[in-house]
């Protein structure tokens, strides 16, 4: 499968509301470690941002990579930034397992109907997982490894049709759910 990965300047001075220099430096480690570990097992992989300073962490697990030893040629491709939310969401049909920090990230592919790993930086995005029948696919920003996300990722990438069908599924049962609500609600104003 093709992995789309969406970063976020999680704790970075210039953009978080709580900046914390030293857990910014681990989320780009981790996040260099585990992109790393997907290059190496043969995945096509890319970046990209659904916010304009999204670029500034993709240049730093760029730079990380590069540090790494991994030659320019052997580093992930970058999707040209998104301005409307109908590019976002067709780079985020080109992966088939997106990683995401961002909550728009996870919500978008899901809709998509990709399979999502989860680095969540708030509990509504561990919820969404957990109600998607995903719950093994989210990992909280504070305290994960990346071996928990090399670990997660291959179960998910050894059972992708499997986990895309629960995914097909309960969003079929949300759309529904959805569409019923509306016409309530058009029924009460007429």
Aim: proline residues 4%.
């Amino acid at each position: 499968p093709t992995v789309g990965i969406n970063l976020m300047p999680v704790y970075n001075e210039k953009y978080w509301f709580l900046p914390d220099q030293e857990k910014y430096e681990r989320y780009v480690r981790r996040m260099a470690e585990f992109t790393a570990f997907v290059i190496q097992e043969g995945y096509p992989t890319f970046f990209f941002s659904s916010q304009p300073y999204d670029e500034l962490v993709i240049d730093d697990v760029t730079d990380a990579l590069a540090n790494m030893g991994l030659e320019s040629k052997d580093l992930p491709a970058r999707a040209k930034p998104s301005s409307t939310v109908a590019e976002l969401m067709e780079v985020v049909r080109r992966a088939d397992v997106v990683v995401a920090t961002r909550f728009h990230g996870t919500v978008l592919a899901l809709h998509a109907e990709r399979a999502v790993l989860g680095v969540c930086y708030q509990l509504k995005a561990i919820q969404l997982l957990e109600e998607m029948d995903q719950k093994e696919y989210a990992f909280n920003l504070d305290d994960f490894r990346t071996e928990d996300l090399k670990r997660g990722f291959h179960r998910l990438a050894g059972n992708l049709e499997a986990q895309l069908e629960k995914i097909r599924q309960r969003h079929a049962e949300y759309q529904y759910a959805l569409d019923e609500q509306y016409g309530n609600v058009l029924r009460l104003l007429t």
